[in-house]
């Protein structure tokens, strides 16, 4: 795919990069081995810094808006929002996908479709708007797009763990069963492949920064999985 001018991309997230350099660097896969070797690196970085961005402008987001819930229900609203499916959704609305560097092959555009890789580019742009423009930046961007997702949810949700545990109980089936099957990435970022298992019909994999967050996109995953009648 050829090299897409920024601009719109600048103009959606409402930041005018002064580095234009940070910006490709959040939209270059790891794969593209190529243009690494360059000198130009890829975002695995700057998605380590962003995701820890998004959860606390998220995070002071929700102490603001909801200023009589306890913790507990403040963290449930965090996990949702900081979501693989939420991250996801604001890549979509900002057509992040067309700006990605990948290789110029099948594989390059298989990855351009992948949810992993929208949710590795939005969180490394998240991390280049706060290096390039300081936290108002950041949290410019993630306001205006997190903010409607928010506000659709009045209730805090049940994390996806305990949504399934009850789904799993509901029809009198096991327990569901965490276990690490896989763990890859630098020693300063790893990413955790983590199986959820309630029997040998209902199983799925997930990977996450941590092993709690893997476990929830885990669960998250059979949860869609069974409500789509594909588990």
Known sequence: MEKKSTDALQAAVFHRFKDVGILRKSLMHRSNIAASAKGAGHNQRLEFLGDRVLGLIIATLLYEVFPQEEEGALARRLA?????????????????????????????????????????????LIGALYLDGGLAAAECFVRHYWTPMLDALPE??????????????????????????????????????????????????ATGATKKAAEQAAAMQLLERLHAGKA
């Open 80 to 124: 949702g929002l900081v979501s693989r499916p939420a991250v996801v959704q604001v890549a979509r609305c900002i057509a992040l996908a067309d700006y990605l560097e990948l290789p110029a092959s099948s594989e390059g555009e298989a990855l351009r479709a992948l949810d992993s890789t929208l949710e590795d580019a939005c969180e490394a």
């Open 156 to 205: 805090p949700p049940k994390d996806a763990k305990t949504a399934l545990q009850e789904w799993a109980q509901s029809y009198a089936l096991p327990l569901p069963v965490y276990r690490e099957v896989g763990r890859d990435g630098p020693a300063h970022a790893p990413q955790f492949e983590i199986e959820v298992t309630i029997n040998p019909a209902h199983q799925a994999r």
